[in-house]
């Protein structure tokens, strides 16, 4: 029977979200509110980008409907701390919010985690830090909520890039969950893959939707506190256990290395030449692709590709106790930076090319 409600809350969720889209459209359409090119923007008309509350809107009705009554204190404050990110984005995509007002929404969200004492604890030996005191164990789940949160919102770039990448992490999430035995968690991970999924339909290129911060900022969010509860669980496994995994920061990276490594490569770019790294360029890895002629079906793939690559080759080095994340981490961190400097390479003669 849980199995069938896992199933459940995924088509709940995908149906409310395929039926809603059409109508989000028609209101944008009919209210002229939409998403207006500009030089930083690869799209050429204006499109609907209140996609995102299609996909909260299948989400939630979905997670009420199946895992609610099964849910522990502390996925209520996740929920809590991801309505308030909804809250946010929405605002955001009706009236532009600056910087600073989103980044006090999101310590407001993650004040909202630690009250439930959704945090990290422990760093499980990477730099050679195990238990963490609490004042640091706030700082670092603070940072990474930011980081990761901003990460999802800034790959939103190009048609189906980040509702792909959300579905490789939140399939993990979902299926270690319910091998763990946590079906709530893992039922309001299938309730985002049927969101996503029922949004996607309408985002694959040509797109007649975006997700927008709400959207973008939600599934970031979301990710990360179920980053967090994953740890913690893992941490209590034994370690005779098939679902532990022994590398986990590995795993993490390598589940999360396009929004992580992307969104940390053009900061540093950014600050290097001087500019302030929330300055806006073309320098994402998905521009650059887009600017040797790759199509968005093209960088999606590729990007998924990788990241699924990664996964694999990463967590199954870790698992033969081969690394520990001392190693993995950097050694994940080399191989993209190689990855990136090949194509910057690819693009720079691309652009001689052209000039020539």
């Given at each position: 029977?849980?199995?069938i409600?896992?199933?459940l809350?995924l088509g709940?969720?995908?149906?409310?979200?395929?039926?809603?889209?059409?109508?989000?459209?028609?209101?944008?359409?009919?209210?002229?509110i939409?998403?207006?090119?500009?030089?930083r923007?690869?799209?050429?008309?204006?499109?609907?980008?209140?996609?995102?509350?299609?996909?909260?809107f299948?989400?939630?009705?979905s997670?009420?409907?199946?895992?609610?009554?099964?849910?522990?204190?502390?996925?209520?404050?996740?929920?809590?701390?991801?309505?308030?990110?909804?809250?946010?984005?929405?605002?955001?995509?009706?009236l532009p919010?600056?910087?600073?007002w989103?980044?006090?929404?999101?310590?407001?969200?993650?004040?909202?985690?630690?009250?439930?004492?959704?945090?990290?604890?422990?760093?499980?030996?990477?730099?050679?830090?195990?238990?963490?005191h609490?004042?640091?164990?706030?700082?670092?789940?603070?940072?990474?909520v930011?980081?990761?949160?901003n990460?999802?919102?800034?790959?939103?770039?190009?048609?189906?890039l980040?509702?792909?990448?959300?579905?490789?992490?939140?399939?993990?999430?979902?299926?270690?969950?319910?091998?763990?035995?946590s079906?709530a968690l893992?039922a309001?991970?299938?309730?985002?893959?049927?969101?996503?999924?029922?949004?996607l339909?309408?985002?694959?290129?040509?797109?007649r939707?975006f997700?927008?911060?709400?959207g973008s900022?939600?599934?970031?969010?979301?990710?990360?506190?179920?980053?967090?509860?994953?740890?913690?669980?893992n941490?209590?496994?034994?370690?005779?256990?098939?679902?532990?995994?022994?590398?986990p920061?590995?795993?993490?990276?390598?589940?999360?290395?396009?929004?992580l490594?992307?969104?940390?490569?053009?900061?540093?770019?950014?600050?290097?030449?001087?500019?302030?790294?929330?300055?806006?360029?073309r320098?994402?890895?998905?521009h650059?692709l887009l600017?040797i002629?790759c199509?968005h079906?093209?960088?999606?793939g590729?990007?998924?590709?990788l990241?699924?690559?990664f996964?694999?080759?990463?967590?199954f080095?870790?698992q033969?106790?081969?690394?520990?994340?001392?190693?993995?981490v950097?050694?994940?961190?080399l191989?993209?930076?190689?990855?990136?400097?090949?194509l910057?390479?690819k693009?720079?003669?691309?652009?001689e090319?052209v000039?020539?």
């Amino acid at each position: 029977m849980t199995w069938i409600k896992l199933l459940l809350s995924l088509g709940t969720a995908f149906a409310v979200c395929l039926l809603l889209i059409p109508e989000i459209i028609k209101i944008a359409n009919a209210r002229n509110i939409h998403d207006v090119p500009n030089e930083r923007k690869v799209h050429t008309g204006k499109i609907c980008s209140f996609g995102g509350v299609g996909i909260f809107f299948g989400f939630i009705i979905s997670t009420l409907v199946w895992s609610f009554v099964d849910m522990t204190l502390n996925m209520e404050f996740l929920l809590g701390a991801v309505l308030v990110m909804v809250v946010v984005g929405m605002r955001d995509d009706f009236l532009p919010l600056s910087a600073f007002w989103k980044l006090i929404g999101q310590f407001v969200a993650i004040a909202v985690l630690l009250i439930g004492d959704i945090r990290i604890y422990s760093l499980y030996g990477f730099l050679g830090v195990y238990e963490l005191h609490i004042i640091f164990s706030y700082l670092v789940t603070g940072f990474i909520v930011i980081v990761i949160t901003n990460a999802f919102n800034l790959i939103d770039g190009i048609d189906g890039l980040a509702g792909s990448v959300a579905l490789i992490v939140f399939s993990f999430f979902g299926l270690w969950f319910a091998l763990e035995g946590s079906f709530a968690l893992s039922a309001m991970c299938l309730a985002v893959l049927g969101s996503v999924g029922g949004f996607l339909y309408y985002n694959y290129s040509p797109a007649r939707i975006f997700m927008g911060d709400t959207g973008s900022l939600m599934l970031g969010f979301l990710a990360t506190g179920l980053l967090i509860i994953f740890l913690n669980k893992n941490a209590a496994l034994p370690e005779t256990s098939e679902l532990h995994i022994v590398a986990p920061l590995a795993l993490l990276s390598a589940l999360m290395v396009y929004p992580l490594f992307d969104t940390i490569r053009v900061f540093m770019l950014r600050a290097l030449s001087g500019r302030s790294p929330l300055s806006p360029d073309r320098n994402h890895i998905h521009h650059l692709l887009l600017d040797i002629g790759c199509s968005h079906y093209y960088i999606v793939g590729i990007v998924i590709f990788l990241n699924i690559l990664f996964v694999f080759i990463f967590t199954f080095i870790g698992q033969m106790g081969y690394l520990s994340d001392n190693w993995l981490v950097p050694i994940i961190v080399l191989t993209a930076s190689s990855l990136a400097v090949f194509l910057h390479r690819k693009v720079k003669r691309k652009r001689e090319t052209v000039n020539i």
